[in-house]
């Protein structure tokens, strides 16, 4: 998609991106100039990031009171999901340079 800047140097950021991200007025964005392209970002606020993993932690905690899974981590569900722990590789696992 394309925009044009304004003469003030102002965008407006097509409807169709803004919906996508759940953009809306007052919502910050961090422009990032280093790579060859201009990479724009959406700022989120640390506070209510920290607050919605909070309280999608309480809930999964909740929802695995008794279940097998309720001490395991992350990495032991995946692998009890997979049927057993995947092999991680040794260098002498690959072919030789």
């Given at each position: 998609m394309?925009?044009?800047?304004?003469?003030?140097?102002?965008?407006?950021i097509p409807l169709a991106i803004r919906e996508r991200l759940g953009l809306k007025a007052g919502d910050r964005i961090d422009f990032d100039e280093?790579?060859?392209v201009l990479l724009g970002r959406r700022v989120i606020d640390r506070a209510k990031w920290d607050e919605?993993?909070?309280?999608?932690q309480k809930m999964a905690a909740e929802n695995l009171k008794g279940h097998p899974w309720e001490h395991m981590s992350s990495a032991e569900m995946i692998d009890d999901m997979r049927g057993g722990p995947c092999e991680v590789p040794t260098r002498g696992?690959?072919?030789p340079d």
């Open positions: 394309i925009a044009t800047v304004s003469s003030e140097g102002q965008i407006t280093e790579p060859t919605a993993v909070a309280e999608l696992d690959f072919p």
